[in-house]
Each structure stands twice: as C-alpha cells, then as structure tokens.
C-alpha cells in the first residue's frame, strides 16, 4: 500500500530490500530513499548515474468495489499484452520505474557505472517529496527519470504546476416540507491523468453536473442541499452528486429536461465516453445537513462552477500536439457553510501558469468567493542540444533501427526541482507504455517494459564509451 502520504511502510520495505542486498542504502526526514549499487570493473571513474523514480500512486477504485488501499495489495491481470488491476488503479505510475530500477540493481550481467537509485515520495501530490530531498544523498551527475508512459519517446522537459483553492461562502435555509428532494447524479466517465489526458476532451463530471444545473436554473427555483464531485487534483472528476429541493410542481419539467440533456451531453462526448450515465432519483437530507443552501446562493454557486475553465487552454507553439498550459476543475465539496473548489493548473511557461491561476482567483473574487493559491512548482525547460540527449537518442537508434521521438510532457515531473537543487545535472525521462494512469483503467503494456529495460541497460553500458 502506497496511497500519496502514506509512504512509510513502502520506505520502509525499499530499505530493507536495500540493506538485505548489501546495498548502501540511506534516507532522509522526508521519506525519500536512496540506494547506492557500486559499479562494473571497469566503470570505477565513470561519473555515477542516478535513477529516479516515485514511491506513491494515485489510489483511485471504482464505486462498487470495496479495496481498501490502506490495507490490500493491488490485484493484478493479465490481459494479453497488458497489465491492468481488479477494478483499481494499477500503481504502474510509478511503481513500474521502481521495479526497473531494482531489476537494474540485481543485474548481474549489466556492465555499467555505479548506480544510485532514488525513490522519492509524495510526488502525486504537489512534488513536496522531491522539493524537501536532502540533495547530498545523491554523487551522480546524469538522472534518468522512469516516469514518462510511452516507450520510444525521450521527454525533455515538462509543465509546471500550482493549484488554485476556492471557498464560496454559503447560507443555509429551511425548505418547505413539500418541495421534495431529488438526486443527480453523473458517472462512468473515464477520467484520467489532468496532464496526460486533459488534451483528449475527457468529460468533467463537475463541469457535466454544473452545466445540467446551470440550465435547470434557468425555468426552475431549485436549491441545492449538497454537490460532490472528483478526488483528487491530478485525477480529471469521473463522477459527481447533487442533492437539491424542487417545488412539487416542477417535477415532470426536470425530469423531461433532464432526459433531454442527457441525450445532448452524451451525443457531445459520444466519441470519447461511452459509459457515460446521467440519472435522476428521488433522494433525502444527508445525515451531515438538515436544510438547503438559498435560492441566490445556489444559483452563485453554479454560476462560478459554469465559469471556471476546464482543459486547454492554449497548446504549445513550439511542439506539435503538446499541450502548453490547462486547468482541471478537480474537485467540488459542500460543507454546512461553504462550497469548497480545487482546480489545478499546469503550463510549460510560469508566466502563463501564474495569468491562469490569476484570472481563476479574480473569477471567483467577483463571486464573492475566498481564494488563494498554493503547491507552486517548477516547470523543466527542454534543453534539444543537451549531450545526454544526443547520446539516448545515438543508442536509441543502434539498438532498435528506429529514430526515438523527442518531445516534453504536460504532466509534471521531478526533474525540473531536482536540475534546481542540483545545478548542472543532465536529466533525461522516459518510460514503457502507460494509458489512463490515474484511474481504474490503467493499465501498462507488457512488451514496452522489456523494451524500455533493454534500452537503459544498453544506455548504461555505453557510457563507457
């Protein structure tokens, strides 16, 4: 188990494994853990390399099973050339550049230079593992980062983060006893990584259940009593709830408007959500709340959540099909006096990150709204004329006769705190083939591990050279 946070028995059992294997193994206060592997005869004067990877995953499951990420191992399956989980994340971001980095350190055939092997936490949620490691641990000069998902391609450089953190204050109010309480609720959407995925028009549960809202607003006086959606700020929202009061003679209205939206919103994301429901049910106070939010406030409420931006909002102009910076509405919960939102921005260029969360925090300002932004971290800047590139991409080509693709990710890295709290590293990330990280529907593609363990060992060997 290794849920963000929830490192310590993981780091614990990394540093066992290190010590049992005669490895010089260290940590530091944060968690993070380091391994040193000695090198080849041979390789003794060759700067060392380090190889870097994160302990923590994003624990996301779907709604029927009962995994408890604290406690249960990730059931693995086998699916013909994948490997996916029971109904849970599969953990492969980043628990496959793990076990690649210890195949590397038991590798007895491997000619290479001495190994450090970096494990650090709490990278899925803001990067603080790598932000709060002890550098001296690390003597390597050359990092090589397993936590790119596509085999054959070198990423250089990555976004930036930061998130931005709404409090929408809130007024509850008796309701009539006759105005009944219905239930929306959006589900089985793909979700996905707010970084990998936020190019391809995933649908947004909050964003999904806001606009119905919104619409609803227009003819019908409903209040809302709760309104929940998404998990976590990396993690586009793949289901979201809403409890809210209507006049009795208004039911039948939502009811048809409802069924009408549904079909506009399904045709909408036809292409991408094929397991997209929309249902309306009778429902109940919840046990936390025993009255409704006002007319006004929950009409401010939904007016905020239609304007926040979802997706890209620019691509790069530099690399073809990169997204340069985005927004994920992550998360929406209801307290007894407030509306709390989360959205997390990404860009490649810091300017635009910081105009973003800006124009997000005077948005909900002109709403009455309490904002404020935290979690800030650096973007990686690709740097094409770097040597270490040239010499993957010269061993890249010996070995499999194909040119690798060179590209930077919209998902954050590591790479850019670590080049600042190591000046002068060479960095270099890669990975095997990853899809729908961050979700139930992970899964990693079996052959591309191999083929990504082939390359390293070739990569690593060829430093002597």
């Known amino acids: 188990p290794r849920c963000s946070k929830q490192e310590a028995g993981i780091s614990r059992w990394l540093q066992d494994w290190g010590c049992s294997r005669g490895l010089a193994t260290v940590s530091d206060p944060a968690g993070n853990v380091v391994m040193r592997i000695p090198p080849t005869p041979g390789f003794e004067t060759l700067p060392g390399v380090v190889i870097q990877s994160h302990m923590d995953m994003v624990c996301e499951k779907l709604p029927e099973t009962d995994h408890d990420f604290t406690r249960d191992p990730i059931r693995l399956i086998y699916d013909g050339d994948w490997l996916k989980a029971d109904r849970t994340a599969l953990g492969a971001d980043n628990g496959i550049g793990m076990a690649i980095g210890m195949a590397l350190a038991e590798d007895h055939s491997l000619r290479r230079p001495a190994l450090e092997l970096l494990f650090t936490v709490e990278e899925e949620t803001g990067l603080s593992g790598a932000q709060n490691l002890d550098a ?29 953190r709404i409090d929408l204050p809130m007024t509850r109010e008796d309701t009539p006893a006759s105005h009944p309480l219905y239930r929306l609720v959006v589900s089985g959407l793909r979700g996905g990584h707010s970084g990998m995925n936020i190019g391809e028009k995933r649908g947004n549960a909050n964003k999904i259940i806001a606009g119905i809202l919104d619409s609803l607003m227009s003819d019908i006086p409903l209040r809302l009593v709760t309104l929940e959606g998404g998990s976590r700020s990396n993690v586009i929202p793949r289901d979201a709830v809403a409890i809210f009061t209507l006049p009795p003679d208004t039911v039948e209205k939502v009811q048809q408007l409802i069924k009408g939206m549904t079909k506009t919103v399904k045709e909408e994301f036809s292409a991408m959500e094929k397991k997209l429901s929309i249902t309306l049910t009778p429902g109940a106070f919840p046990t936390a709340f025993e009255k ?24 790069s102009e530099e690399l073809d099909g990169v997204v340069e910076t985005s927004n994920n509405l992550a998360i929406v919960r209801s307290g007894e006096e407030t509306v709390n939102i989360l959205c997390f921005q990404r860009s490649s260029k810091m300017t635009e990150l910081q105009s973003l969360t800006s124009s997000i925090g005077l948005l909900a300002e002109r709403y009455g709204a309490r904002f404020h932004r935290d979690g800030l971290y650096p973007g990686w800047q690709p740097r094409l004329d770097s040597p270490l590139l040239a010499h993957c991409r010269g061993v890249f080509k010996n070995l499999f006769s194909r040119e690798a693709k060179v590209t930077m990710t919209h998902g954050g890295l590591e790479c850019g705190i670590l080049g600042q709290k190591l000046p002068g590293l060479e960095m270099i990330s890669l990975g095997p083939t990853i899809e729908n990280a ?11 591990v191999e083929a990504t363990y082939r390359f390293l060992k070739a990569l690593l060997a060829s430093f002597a050279s």
């Open 136 to 164: 001296a641990m690390l003597r390597g000069r050359t990092l090589i980062n397993i936590d790119s998902e596509e085999e054959g391609v070198l990423v250089v450089g990555c976004a930036g983060g930061e998130n931005a």
């Open 292 to 315: 409704a939010f006002s007319a006004a406030d929950s009409r401010r409420c939904i007016g905020l959540l239609t304007g926040l931006p979802h997706g890209v909002h620019c691509w």
């Open 438 to 448: 961050h979700s139930p529907q992970e899964r990693v593609h079996i052959a591309s």
